[in-house]
């Protein structure tokens, strides 16, 4: 069973920044599409960012310009760089990766915490 491990949550000030990792035990990372999800307290789970196999990618309206996703197939790692955090962007985040059709399997991780404070 493949998973996806999350590492690099946790508290920082306004305007500061983290940097998200999601690591992929299985095999063929490559040939995925990964996203970064967040959901807040209350809020239903949002699409942050995206990035496909082929390079295309994605941004929320809320984070472009701030947020940067990213992905080291050798790695078999993605990456959610976040800068100039807002209070607004304090969610738990959720790596995920979908393989192409025809076979559309996917897996989420269990999720990190950022919290953005004061």
């Known amino acids: 069973q493949d998973e996806l491990a999350e590492s690099g949550g946790g508290l920082v000030q306004p305007g500061g920044s983290l940097t998200l990792s999601c690591m992929h035990s299985g095999d063929l990372f490559g040939i995925y599409s990964v996203d970064w999800y967040r959901q807040a307290p209350g809020d239903q789970r949002e699409l942050v960012a995206a990035?496909?196999?082929?390079?295309?990618?994605n941004y929320a309206d809320s984070v472009k310009g701030r947020f940067t996703i990213s992905r080291d197939n050798y790695k078999s790692t993605m990456y959610l760089q976040m800068n100039d955090l807002k209070p607004d962007d304090t969610a738990v985040y959720y790596c995920?990766?979908?393989?192409?059709?025809?076979?559309?399997?996917?897996?989420w991780g269990r999720g990190i915490q950022v919290t953005v404070s004061s």
């Open positions: 990035n496909t196999n082929q390079g295309t990618t």
């Open positions: 995920h990766i979908k393989a192409p059709s025809p076979w559309n399997y996917e897996y």
